[in-house]
């Protein structure tokens, strides 16, 4: 395998664009721990299924009929086929198209075409497979290739205390998403977009644009970012960190609304609401303020959840959904989608922006010259390198790369499979 | 417009080849121009999406949003930044 390091303030570039890397990285990162594999309420009702992924690994989370959730491998035990080809639906049994195969929503084999050729035994392990690992955290669903694989809450840690804020940001109301996703791919490898979620220090000049019709629409300065003025980054630990721009960004964000057709109508009132409840109602349509970022593939941004699936060594699909009140007035889930749409999604005046960075940072990568990527922007003089190499310094500035420096340390920790040497070698 | 494309399609042909035409030498504000104050320019994620306001979707915009999408922003420095070319493809319509 290529040598590689992370040394606590840079990475080798290659680490964007080496087969071998990424086809550790599947294993190492993604099917050796906990990946976010959707929401609750994506998955309602008895026989309710999406397709989702494992890395690469298609898999298939479904509400099985005993109601627990299942994550089961899409891939036909026989041959090998994917048997369930949409995104989404309900179902009572899955069926192979090539042999006829069918399995139930547990994942086991029902029904094999002409079985009397077939010995009970030669049946009998072959089945979809079920992860042994299926847990979720107040309607975040996770699951795992890897049966030893340390409680959800172990993993959790402190970022868990962001997921209930994240939660409770509409007071008691429950939260749904959409069923619908905006689903974008760039040419570039898919921890570029871990990153760019928790960067603090990129908006000013990738997202210009949206600042500048912003500014244009509201009259209002609708930049917030600044070198000091506010705003924190948080390392939790396991590789989850947050963007915390609660404090700093939140009048700017309230600017944004002024702009989105029907909200002007709303703030004289929503028929059934109190008119403190709209206000309260209105000023969470940005969401708790924070970016949280939970290792490999969840992001929380705003009131979006962004999932982040390898395609490939340089290619990444990701899909977003803003989550709406599940109960409520269509008034107010009806500004939460425009204020969604507003950035992000393929004609979005955000989200194409940072993809086009992604894009810059692959071609700007070609040839493969072993340069490095640095991550040392807000590295404490006095505290260079964690010392046991895991523990890092916990809190920053906005606009440090202490969020990215927690994610690799995470990362090099699990490709090395042991705790991080002192200069971040490989192990 | 349903109307419209059953009845006359060829002057919606000929509308929509004009637009394109219009994007495609940056005559921004003549392309505003087609369309009305009230106008809505809707592209839902779901083809078969109902309403767009309850749907999520990829573009609806009303008049002021397809003026944002126009608007001159940025400086020299960022014009320089403006290495790509957009690529349409009008393929059909119908009703």
Redesign the interface.
């Known amino acids: 395998m290529t040598p590689v390091s992370f040394d606590g303030r840079s990475l080798d570039s290659s680490c964007y664009q080496d087969q071998a890397l990424f086809d550790l990285e599947m294993e190492r990162v993604f099917r050796a721990s906990w990946v976010y594999v959707g929401h609750e309420t994506d998955v309602g009702q008895v026989g309710d299924f999406a397709t989702v992924e494992i890395g690469t690994t298609p898999c298939i989370l479904v509400r099985a009929d005993d109601g627990s959730l299942q994550v089961l491998r899409n891939r036909c035990p026989h041959r090998g086929t994917t048997v369930c080809q949409v995104p989404n639906g309900n179902v009572k049994r899955f069926r192979c198209q090539y042999h006829g195969w069918t399995f139930d929503t547990r994942g086991r084999t029902v029904g094999v075409t002409f079985p009397e050729a077939y010995s009970q035994e030669a049946l009998s392990a072959k089945n979809l497979m079920p992860l042994p690992k299926v847990e979720s955290y107040r309607g975040f669903v996770f699951a795992s290739f890897n049966p030893m694989v340390p409680s959800l809450s172990d993993h959790l840690g402190p970022a868990a205390g962001y997921l209930d804020r994240y939660v409770d940001h509409c007071g008691q109301r429950a939260l749904r998403t959409?069923p619908?996703?905006?689903m974008s791919t760039y040419p570039g490898n898919w921890k570029l977009q871990m990153e760019n979620g928790v960067d603090g220090y990129h908006a000013n000049f990738t997202h210009?644009?949206f600042f500048?019709?912003m500014a244009?629409?509201t009259g209002k300065r609708s930049r917030y970012i600044t070198a000091s003025g506010g705003g924190e980054t948080f390392d939790l630990g396991n590789g989850h960190v947050v963007l915390d721009q609660s404090q700093v960004a939140s009048s700017a964000l309230l600017d944004r609304l002024m702009?989105l057709?029907g909200y002007a109508d709303a703030q004289k009132g929503v028929d059934g609401l109190d008119s403190p409840e709209v206000n309260r109602l209105l000023a969470a349509i940005p969401g708790p303020g924070f970016n949280l970022a939970i290792y490999p593939n969840l992001q929380l941004i705003g009131i979006q959840v962004r999932e982040i699936v390898p395609l490939s060594v340089t290619s990444t699909l990701v899909r977003v959904?803003?989550l709406l009140l599940a109960e409520g007035p269509?008034v107010i889930?009806?500004l939460r989608?425009?204020y969604?749409?507003m950035f992000y999604?393929?004609?979005g005046?955000g989200q194409p922006d940072d993809f086009e960075m992604f894009a810059r940072i692959s071609a700007g990568l070609a040839g493969n010259c072993r340069d490095r990527t640095w991550f040392d922007r807000g590295v404490k003089e006095s505290n260079p390198a964690p010392d046991d190499g895991i523990r890092p310094p916990e809190k920053g500035q906005l606009t440090d790369e202490l969020p990215q420096r927690g994610q690799y340390r995470e990362w090099l920790r699990r490709m090395s499979n042991s705790p991080a040497t002192e200069d971040g070698a490989m192990a | 417009v349903i109307d419209l494309i059953s009845h006359n399609p060829r002057m919606v042909g000929e509308l929509l080849s004009n637009e394109a035409h219009l994007l495609d030498i940056a005559e921004y504000p003549e392309w505003l121009s087609l369309y009305t104050a009230d106008a809505e320019y809707w592209m839902p994620v779901d083809p078969g999406a109902a309403d767009p306001a309850d749907s999520l979707n990829i573009i609806l915009d009303d008049r002021s949003r397809l003026e944002d999408r126009v608007a001159p922003v940025g400086d020299e420095a960022d014009r320089l930044q403006l290495g790509g070319r957009p690529l349409r493809s009008w393929t059909r319509f119908r009703s």
Do not use: M, Q
């Open positions: 959409t619908d996703a905006h210009a644009s500048d019709i244009k629409r702009t057709p959904r803003p269509a889930n009806r989608l425009r969604h749409e999604g393929p004609a005046f």
